[in-house]
């Protein structure tokens, strides 16, 4: 029998989108495993094709998203995932899993901050995508929906002429096609410079089947667009 | 040479932090009525460390601390020692009460308690304070400080916060008023209390004094149980008796003998429990075999999903708490109800939530409030609202269901029902207690928050509540409930528990006395993992700290569990043994403070009751209404029907990624639906929720409410493509003042109401919890809340293709309604608004069900596009609401609408007879669809079209109704926004 592609998914106390990611990820092919940060050690991203920091809440995400979880990771494995990407590993965070990447300096500078409404925010968006050679997001349109919750998504850098950078230089990979919650440029997700690390605050594995989408009549295509990235994400590492 | 400091002098660095991307604020937002004039706001954040050393190395070790951990560079900006903005007016800074949980301290705590050698620095203490600036300027004639203690009254809570102004003369920057402890430390650890010679007055006094709120009957009886084993209770005995016969544990009036004067004449009722929920639901059992897999003996009830897995659902109250402190009422609320899903059968997996809400409404002045200190609608509705989102949110719940009502009866008494739904192996469903297990706690710590809160629930509140009560509100910690659950559901995997139940009112005395009930056994008190120190026995027995569950496991699972509960983070204790004795013995430092034989507390003293119903209005001629398209305008923008909206984004209602019927939906996103309809993973079934809350009309029948909310729920439940024959429903009351024999007679009356169109309907009751005393002593008198039933149910679906949702989702489909349209217009929105007093529909159960199984062969036919029922607003407003998908126009005409003899215009449109929906179905099946239902209150009424975007509602030649569906929308959507 065919090896499949291993991921393993971050779980920290408070995490909590861990079943459907690893839900997702078993359905796109890859063998899916949760590790519990307690457990957490160098050695468990032996053999690893892909890592995923997945949604929630981590610690609470008190003090600030993500930013106890950064200090955790840190604490128990160093800079593995550093290594982890330079030997060639695919990271990919959702959600509070985008916040903590940003943490954890694998993607370009930026923080993701309290939404301008100052609200929890829990709807579907149209996306651009700006990456359609990324690994990621080779199998979806120019523009597609996905769903987003979050109430610390607006993503802002230290000068607001960096982001207009990441846009021209291309590490802003997915931006909403409409104002969501004042993200500079209207930016959704990022890339590193590899393409192999994506971080966005959108939620794909909540989007996988036709029948997940609000309206019944939304289109003709056989499955969820989250169904898509997680496809070309496998086709991707399986090469 | 050291030299002591006094305490207060030591300096406490502050380190302040503010946003640099947030703009200054509407200071309006913050207050429950707009201010007159134009002022703003800043949030910030202090934090505040007292250093053992305060030499060089140390200080900077803190602050690399604060830089590392707490600061992001990038968006924030960090004040040393310094205020973080100038130029304000004045500012607020609060912080939690000694004692009161506070989440971020606790996770800021964590990362440098221990690590004093690693990190350089030694923290004494350490506090957090948020503060909010004010700038601006106000009228010569306006006081500063008056308008900031309207900020302080809105912005802070005195039941949990501390709070001080600054203004810009005062130089205070210390915040040692924030400082001040409680301490209370009793000496000896339990009491025992000679009751044996002391008569009935003596007796009441003791359980005032203690709190215990038991009657002098129940005294009398404490006195006999202890005459016969001849010796005297200790406290906790007490304690343990109070919370077993308290309201909320044993719902006593439930129970209660209750001689009822109602319509039919005088009867005596032996137990509207008994009666009314537990022989229908056992009846409807024997009717359905192998439905209902577990009812009324564990924590929520199951029925059956498919071969492997079942359902259950569980709602809860969680009203005076929610009263005294919104935010944290609701967030314990739902912590609450998710653990008793957590400990039904061997531990279900929460998998969605609905919240229903009884509030003031928001634009009620303020000096309409009768009483002092008690919080605005508008502040409870938006802490209530927040402390769910909060605690469900990051718990990874969906929270997909829910509804609010707005009548003055419920400024006093608000109303905050959290209700949970759990999927588990079939083979889980049933546990069972023996002697030899090991008891074990598992999750949070105990301390002395919510100590009584079951005997508070089984009092009315007053203005002094809001004050002494403090020790009844506990704060949530969702992280910690998470650990837990994580911890719960992975020990029944791996097959490790016996028996497992939440810590809920009462805490260990009632989870322990359930488990410890018939097998006996002996808890330690000594092993408990504490909070705080110096808490006495009684007092360790009965808290509600929250997030914390009690297992009963062998004693060689124990590693294993250890194990796990390693890998969640969370903490576990052997609290002590089941041992087959028979008796509940608790030990604490080596004494023994309650040894009860649980057995003779089973029977609490039946109540003896008085009720009577009588009025009930009389049908009336419909009111005059000239122009309608205007009437339909005011229905939509009625806080009744506008749009949850801002609300339910508040919630996520799509974590785990099963939610497939959403509650906003339709091809606009936003377009209301009735029922959620839930995946469940294993499995090609999934779970439909809905619910019903009517309580306008039990104020003149409480009957047809009772019969009115069960078929809503139902019909909910089968429009969205429940199979009818697999239905179960809840039955949640509130109350007023039950000693009042009309309010206690409304009670009655609703419970038939509910119980007959549940035996009709062949719905069991699979769960169901009272709450009462919610009634408020006003300066003018007291305020009672009208009965308040909430019917909420789950239903199964049997196929995915079975989903329907409740929006138009063609434009050239045909248009058709379902059910019989009567003339009364008695507890509609409508109604309400011209203040115009009729009578309330009554239910035709019979006919409604004959009716929703045609509806449900027609759904499998793949017939039915979508279904709207209709609800509040009637008619005109479900069509509205039909077509807020934006899909397209409606052409109709009522002619063909069934009715009950000859029916008014106004009626047609704003009736909210029960029984009905809206259903659109394709062109080419019009006439299999009008054969179907030949025999059925089916007509045609119209077609969906392109042509124009309007609701053009016709009736024989007139027009009744022409408007444009983008101006219907926006008075509907943005009803709620100025509010939330």
Same mark, same amino acid.
């Given at each position: 029998?065919?090896?499949?592609?291993?991921?393993?998914?971050? &779980?920290?106390?408070?995490?909590?989108?861990?079943?459907? #990611?690893?839900?997702?990820?078993?359905?796109?092919?890859?063998?899916?495993?949760?590790?519990?940060?307690?457990?957490? #050690?160098?050695?468990?991203?032996?053999?690893?094709?892909?890592?995923?920091?997945?949604?929630?809440?981590?610690?609470?995400?008190?003090?600030?998203?993500?930013?106890?979880? &950064?200090?955790?990771?840190?604490?128990?494995?160093?800079?593995?995932? &550093?290594?982890? +990407?330079?030997?060639?590993?695919?990271?990919?965070?959702?959600?509070?899993?985008?916040?903590?990447?940003?943490?954890?300096?694998?993607?370009?500078?930026?923080?993701?901050?309290?939404?301008?409404?100052? +609200?929890?925010?829990? !709807?579907?968006?149209?996306? &651009?995508?700006?990456?359609?050679?990324?690994?990621?997001?080779?199998?979806?349109?120019?523009?597609?929906?996905?769903?987003?919750?979050?109430?610390?998504?607006?993503?802002?850098?230290?000068?607001?002429?960096?982001?207009? !950078?990441?846009?021209?230089?291309?590490?802003?990979?997915?931006?909403?096609?409409?104002?969501?919650?004042?993200?500079?440029?209207?930016?959704?997700?990022?890339?590193?410079? #590899?393409?192999?690390?994506?971080?966005?605050?959108?939620?794909?594995? +909540?989007?996988?089947?036709?029948?997940?989408?609000?309206?019944?009549?939304?289109? !003709?295509?056989?499955?969820?667009?989250?169904?898509?990235?997680?496809?070309?994400?496998?086709?991707?590492?399986?090469? | 040479?050291?030299?002591?400091?006094?305490?207060?002098?030591?300096?406490?660095?502050?380190?302040?932090?503010?946003?640099?991307?947030?703009?200054?604020?509407?200071?309006?937002?913050?207050?429950?009525?707009?201010?007159?004039?134009?002022?703003?706001?800043? $949030?910030?954040?202090?934090?505040?460390?007292?250093?053992?050393?305060?030499?060089?190395?140390?200080?900077?070790?803190?602050?690399?601390?604060?830089?590392?951990?707490?600061?992001?560079?990038?968006?924030?900006?960090?004040?040393?020692?310094?205020?973080?903005?100038?130029?304000?007016?004045?500012?607020?800074?609060?912080?939690?009460?000694?004692?009161?949980?506070?989440?971020?301290?606790? /996770?800021?705590?964590?990362?440098?308690?221990?690590?004093?050698?690693?990190?350089?620095?030694?923290?004494?203490?350490?506090?957090?304070?948020?503060?909010?600036?004010?700038?601006?300027?106000?009228?010569?004639?306006?006081?500063?400080?008056?308008?900031?203690?309207?900020?302080?009254?809105?912005?802070?809570?005195?039941?949990?916060?501390?709070?001080?102004?600054?203004?810009?003369?005062? =130089?205070?920057?210390?915040?040692?008023?924030? @400082?001040?402890?409680?301490?209370?430390?009793?000496?000896?650890?339990?009491?025992?209390?000679?009751?044996?010679?002391?008569?009935?007055?003596?007796?009441?006094?003791?359980?005032?004094?203690?709190?215990?709120?038991?009657?002098?009957?129940?005294?009398?009886?404490?006195?006999?149980?202890?005459?016969?084993?001849?010796?005297?209770?200790?406290?906790?005995?007490?304690?343990?008796?109070?919370?077993?016969?308290?309201?909320?544990?044993?719902?006593?009036?439930?129970?209660?003998?209750?001689?009822?004067?109602?319509?039919?004449?005088?009867?005596?009722?032996?137990?509207?429990?008994?009666?009314?929920?537990?022989?229908?639901?056992?009846?409807?059992?024997?009717?359905?075999?192998?439905?209902?897999?577990?009812?009324?003996?564990?924590?929520?009830?199951?029925?059956?999903?498919?071969?492997?897995?079942?359902?259950?659902?569980?709602?809860?109250?969680?009203?005076?708490?929610?009263?005294?402190?919104?935010?944290?009422?609701?967030?314990?609320?739902?912590?609450?109800?998710?653990?008793?899903?957590?400990?039904?059968?061997?531990?279900?997996?929460?998998?969605?939530?609905?919240?229903?809400?009884?509030?003031?409404?928001?634009?009620?002045?303020?000096?309409?409030?009768?009483?002092?200190?008690?919080?605005?609608?508008?502040?409870?509705?938006?802490?209530?609202?927040?402390?769910?989102?909060?605690?469900?949110?990051?718990?990874?719940?969906?929270?997909?269901?829910?509804?609010?009502?707005?009548?003055?009866?419920?400024?006093?008494?608000?109303?905050?029902?959290?209700?949970?739904?759990?999927?588990?192996?079939?083979?889980?469903?049933?546990?069972?207690?023996?002697?030899?297990?090991?008891?074990?706690?598992?999750?949070?710590?105990?301390?002395?928050?919510?100590?009584?809160? /079951?005997?508070?629930?089984?009092?009315?509140?007053?203005?002094?509540?809001?004050?002494?009560?403090?020790?009844?509100?506990?704060?949530?910690?969702?992280?910690?409930?998470?650990?837990?659950?994580?911890?719960?559901?992975?020990?029944?995997?791996?097959?490790?528990?016996?028996?497992?139940?939440?810590?809920?009112?009462?805490?260990?005395?009632?989870?322990?006395?359930?488990?410890?009930?018939?097998?006996?056994?002996?808890?330690?008190?000594?092993?408990?993992?504490?909070?705080?120190?110096?808490?006495?026995?009684?007092?360790?027995?009965?808290?509600?700290?929250?997030?914390?569950?009690?297992?009963?496991?062998?004693?060689?699972?124990?590693?294993?569990? =250890?194990?796990?509960?390693?890998?969640?983070?969370?903490?576990?204790?052997?609290?002590?043994?089941?041992?087959?004795?028979?008796?509940?013995?608790?030990?604490?430092?080596?004494?023994?403070?309650?040894?009860?034989?649980?057995?003779?507390?089973?029977?609490?003293?039946?109540?003896?009751?008085?009720?009577?119903?009588?009025?009930?209005?009389?049908?009336?001629?419909?009111?005059?209404?000239?122009?309608?398209?205007?009437?339909?305008?005011?229905?939509?923008?009625?806080?009744?029907?506008?749009?949850?909206?801002?609300?339910?984004?508040?919630?996520?209602?799509?974590? =785990?990624?099963?939610?497939?019927?959403?509650?906003?939906?339709?091809?606009?996103?936003?377009?209301?639906?009735?029922?959620?309809?839930?995946?469940?993973?294993?499995?090609?079934?999934?779970?439909? @929720?809905?619910?019903?809350?009517?309580?306008?009309?039990?104020?003149?029948?409480?009957?047809?409410?009772?019969?009115?909310?069960?078929?809503?729920?139902?019909?909910?439940?089968?429009?969205?493509?429940?199979?009818?024959?697999?239905?179960?429903?809840?039955?949640?009351?509130?109350?007023?003042?039950?000693?009042?024999?009309?309010?206690?007679?409304?009670?009655?009356?609703?419970?038939?109401?509910?119980?007959?169109?549940?035996?009709?309907?062949?719905?069991?009751?699979?769960?169901?919890?009272?709450?009462?005393?919610?009634?408020?002593?006003? $300066?003018?008198?007291?305020?009672?809340?009208?009965?308040?039933?909430?019917?909420?149910?789950?239903?199964?679906?049997?196929?995915?293709?079975?989903?329907?949702?409740?929006?138009?989702?063609?434009?050239?489909?045909?248009?058709?309604?379902?059910?019989?349209?009567?003339?009364?217009?008695?507890?509609?929105?409508?109604?309400?608004?011209?203040?115009?007093?009729?009578?309330?529909?009554?239910?035709?159960?019979?006919?409604?069900?004959?009716?929703?199984?045609?509806?449900?062969?027609?759904?499998?036919?793949?017939?039915?596009?979508?279904?709207?029922?209709?609800?509040?607003?009637?008619?005109?407003?479900?069509?509205?609401?039909?077509?807020?998908?934006?899909?397209?126009?409606?052409?109709?005409?009522?002619?063909?609408?069934?009715?009950?003899?000859?029916?008014?215009?106004?009626?047609?449109?704003?009736?909210?007879?029960?029984?009905?929906?809206?259903?659109?179905?394709?062109?080419?099946?019009?006439? /299999?669809?009008?054969?179907?239902?030949?025999?059925?209150?089916?007509?045609?009424?119209?077609?969906?079209?392109?042509?124009?975007?309007?609701?053009?509602?016709?009736?024989?030649?007139?027009?009744?109704?022409?408007?444009?569906?983008?101006?219907?929308?926006?008075?509907?959507?943005?009803?709620?926004?100025?509010?939330?």
């Amino acid at each position: 029998m065919e090896k499949r592609p291993r991921a393993l998914l971050l &779980k920290f106390p408070g995490t909590n989108c861990d079943a459907e #990611t690893a839900r997702a990820l078993t359905s796109v092919g890859f063998e899916a495993e949760i590790a519990p940060s307690s457990t957490l #050690t160098r050695e468990m991203l032996d053999g690893v094709s892909l890592v995923v920091l997945v949604g929630g809440f981590s610690y609470g995400d008190y003090v600030m998203s993500g930013r106890i979880a &950064k200090l955790v990771t840190e604490n128990k494995i160093g800079d593995a995932l &550093k290594g982890f +990407r330079d030997g060639g590993g695919y990271l990919l965070g959702i959600c509070n899993g985008f916040q903590i990447l940003t943490q954890l300096g694998l993607l370009p500078d930026c923080s993701l901050v309290h939404n301008t409404s100052g +609200r929890y925010q829990c !709807k579907w968006s149209m996306l &651009k995508n700006h990456a359609p050679n990324s690994p990621y997001l080779s199998k979806l349109p120019e523009e597609f929906e996905f769903p987003y919750a979050h109430a610390e998504g607006r993503l802002v850098t230290a000068d607001p002429a960096d982001a207009k !950078k990441l846009v021209a230089d291309g590490f802003a990979a997915l931006t909403y096609s409409t104002d969501e919650n004042g993200s500079f440029e209207q930016i959704a997700g990022l890339q590193d410079e #590899t393409g192999r690390v994506l971080g966005l605050m959108p939620h794909p594995e +909540r989007f996988m089947e036709r029948e997940d989408h609000y309206d019944p009549d939304w289109d !003709k295509q056989e499955r969820g667009n989250g169904h898509y990235l997680f496809a070309s994400l496998f086709e991707a590492v399986s090469k | 040479m050291v030299r002591a400091v006094p305490f207060s002098a030591i300096p406490m660095i502050s380190y302040e932090i503010s946003d640099r991307f947030i703009d200054a604020g509407d200071a309006s937002a913050l207050l429950y009525a707009p201010l007159e004039f134009d002022l703003t706001f800043r $949030k910030t954040r202090r934090y505040l460390f007292e250093l053992e050393d305060i030499g060089g190395d140390s200080t900077a070790a803190l602050a690399r601390f604060v830089k590392r951990t707490l600061l992001d560079e990038a968006s924030q900006e960090l004040f040393i020692d310094q205020n973080a903005c100038d130029d304000w007016l004045f500012m607020i800074e609060y912080g939690m009460k000694p004692g009161g949980l506070d989440l971020e301290k606790e /996770a800021i705590r964590a990362r440098f308690q221990g690590r004093s050698q690693e990190l350089g620095f030694h923290p004494n203490r350490f506090d957090l304070h948020q503060r909010v600036y004010v700038f601006g300027d106000l009228a010569e004639d306006v006081s500063v400080e008056e308008v900031a203690k309207t900020f302080v009254k809105d912005v802070c809570n005195p039941a949990i916060h501390k709070s001080t102004i600054h203004y810009p003369s005062s =130089q205070a920057l210390t915040g040692n008023a924030l @400082m001040d402890r409680i301490t209370t430390h009793p000496t000896d650890f339990y009491r025992r209390f000679k009751i044996s010679d002391l008569n009935e007055d003596e007796l009441f006094e003791i359980s005032q004094f203690l709190k215990l709120s038991l009657s002098k009957v129940d005294m009398l009886a404490v006195q006999k149980i202890y005459a016969d084993w001849n010796r005297e209770p200790t406290d906790v005995e007490l304690e343990v008796i109070a919370q077993t016969w308290s309201e909320h544990c044993k719902h006593r009036i439930f129970g209660a003998t209750i001689a009822h004067d109602g319509p039919d004449g005088a009867e005596a009722i032996n137990s509207l429990f008994k009666t009314y929920i537990y022989d229908v639901t056992n009846r409807i059992m024997e009717r359905k075999p192998g439905f209902v897999l577990s009812c009324f003996h564990d924590n929520a009830g199951f029925i059956k999903l498919d071969d492997k897995q079942a359902v259950c659902l569980k709602a809860e109250t969680h009203n005076h708490p929610s009263a005294l402190e919104p935010y944290a009422g609701a967030n314990t609320g739902l912590g609450g109800v998710i653990r008793d899903i957590l400990g039904a059968g061997k531990g279900a997996k929460p998998i969605a939530s609905l919240d229903v809400f009884c509030f003031g409404p928001p634009d009620t002045p303020a000096e309409k409030i009768g009483a002092e200190d008690v919080i605005h609608p508008l502040g409870v509705m938006r802490g209530v609202v927040r402390g769910v989102r909060d605690y469900g949110n990051r718990m990874g719940i969906p929270t997909v269901s829910g509804a609010i009502q707005f009548d003055d009866a419920y400024i006093y008494n608000p109303l905050v029902y959290c209700g949970t739904a759990g999927v588990i192996p079939n083979g889980d469903i049933d546990k069972e207690m023996s002697a030899g297990l090991k008891i074990v706690a598992v999750g949070g710590k105990t301390g002395r928050d919510g100590i009584k809160g /079951a005997t508070f629930s089984s009092a009315a509140l007053d203005t002094d509540s809001h004050e002494e009560d403090q020790t009844a509100v506990q704060i949530g910690n969702p992280i910690e409930e998470k650990k837990a659950a994580d911890f719960v559901l992975a020990a029944r995997d791996a097959g490790l528990i016996e028996f497992v139940t939440d810590c809920g009112a009462g805490g260990f005395s009632s989870a322990c006395g359930e488990m410890l009930e018939d097998v006996g056994g002996e808890i330690n008190l000594d092993t408990m993992p504490l909070k705080e120190q110096g808490m006495v026995s009684w007092e360790l027995f009965i808290s509600e700290s929250q997030e914390r569950m009690v297992l009963a496991v062998k004693e060689e699972s124990l590693p294993q569990l =250890q194990e796990i509960a390693d890998r969640c983070e969370t903490e576990m204790a052997v609290l002590g043994d089941s041992d087959g004795s028979g008796i509940l013995k608790v030990k604490h430092h080596g004494e023994t403070v309650c040894e009860l034989d649980c057995s003779a507390l089973h029977d609490a003293p039946i109540r003896q009751m008085k009720s009577k119903w009588t009025s009930k209005p009389d049908a009336a001629a419909a009111p005059t209404i000239s122009n309608l398209g205007e009437a339909l305008r005011d229905v939509l923008s009625d806080f009744a029907v506008v749009s949850r909206e801002p609300i339910i984004r508040e919630y996520d209602h799509e974590v =785990q990624g099963n939610t497939v019927q959403k509650p906003l939906a339709g091809a606009s996103g936003d377009a209301p639906q009735d029922a959620a309809v839930m995946r469940i993973d294993g499995s090609d079934k999934l779970m439909a @929720m809905g619910l019903s809350v009517l309580p306008e009309w039990g104020k003149t029948d409480p009957y047809a409410m009772g019969t009115a909310c069960v078929d809503e729920c139902y019909r909910q439940l089968v429009g969205a493509g429940s199979n009818p024959e697999r239905i179960a429903i809840l039955d949640n009351f509130c109350g007023g003042n039950p000693d009042n024999h009309e309010e206690l007679g409304a009670l009655v009356e609703t419970v038939k109401g509910i119980a007959v169109a549940a035996d009709a309907y062949s719905a069991p009751f699979v769960s169901g919890k009272d709450s009462f005393y919610n009634y408020f002593e006003t $300066k003018d008198g007291p305020v009672s809340i009208p009965v308040t039933i909430l019917i909420s149910g789950m239903g199964i679906v049997e196929d995915k293709s079975h989903v329907v949702g409740a929006s138009l989702r063609r434009s050239n489909s045909v248009v058709a309604v379902l059910g019989t349209t009567g003339n009364e217009l008695g507890g509609s929105v409508l109604a309400r608004q011209l203040e115009h007093i009729d009578a309330v529909p009554q239910t035709d159960l019979e006919t409604n069900l004959a009716l929703y199984n045609a509806y449900y062969e027609a759904l499998k036919n793949g017939w039915i596009l979508s279904a709207h029922d209709v609800s509040e607003g009637g008619l005109a407003g479900a069509l509205a609401e039909f077509a807020f998908s934006g899909k397209g126009g409606l052409e109709l005409n009522l002619d063909q609408l069934p009715t009950d003899g000859d029916v008014s215009k106004v009626a047609l449109l704003f009736a909210e007879t029960p029984g009905r929906f809206v259903i659109e179905i394709a062109p080419e099946n019009r006439e /299999a669809v009008a054969a179907h239902f030949a025999d059925h209150a089916y007509g045609e009424i119209g077609t969906a079209t392109d042509s124009h975007t309007n609701l053009n509602i016709e009736w024989g030649k007139e027009t009744l109704i022409n408007e444009p569906l983008s101006e219907l929308k926006s008075l509907w959507k943005n009803g709620l926004a100025p509010y939330y």
